[in-house]
């Protein structure tokens, strides 16, 4: 079972950025998926989620900039990310959590998870 990560890289403050995770090995269409990300020297903080049937959540510090949606044909997650700040800065990650039906923005709880993706925003 994989989750691999892509879209990340280099853009200036205010650009936009989408990044994808695209599952193989088995399908995650009823899992909630989530995205996290990890800056230097920080944490592992929550960004979003989706649930199977598309509720989402968002972490205050990205809502109304940042866009989770979900294709189950495809087995892929998304992240659209807007209006990006310096403070962006990370390796995001998309993980999936096959245990439980509702959101949950601990990591510990999110059993499958991709090797990350850069995405660093210059000021």
């Known amino acids: 079972v994989q989750l691999v990560e892509s879209g990340g890289g280099l853009v200036q403050a205010g650009g936009s950025l989408r990044l994808s995770c695209a599952a193989s090995?088995?399908?995650?269409?009823?899992?909630?998926m989530g995205w996290f990300r990890q800056a230097p020297g920080k944490e592992r903080e929550f960004v979003a989620a989706?649930?199977?049937?598309?509720?989402?959540y968002y972490a205050d510090s990205v809502k109304g900039r940042f866009t989770i949606s979900r294709n189950n044909a495809k087995n892929t997650v998304y992240l659209q990310m807007n209006s990006l700040k310096p403070e962006d800065t990370a390796v995001y990650y998309c993980?999936?959590?096959?245990?439980?039906?509702?959101?949950?923005?601990?990591?510990?709880?999110?059993?499958?998870w991709g090797q990350g993706t850069q995405v660093t925003v210059s000021s």
């Open positions: 989706i649930t199977r049937t598309t509720s989402t």
């Open positions: 090995g088995r399908t995650f269409s009823g899992d909630v």
């Open positions: 993980a999936a959590d096959t245990l439980r039906v509702m959101i949950t923005t601990d990591p510990a709880l999110y059993d499958y």
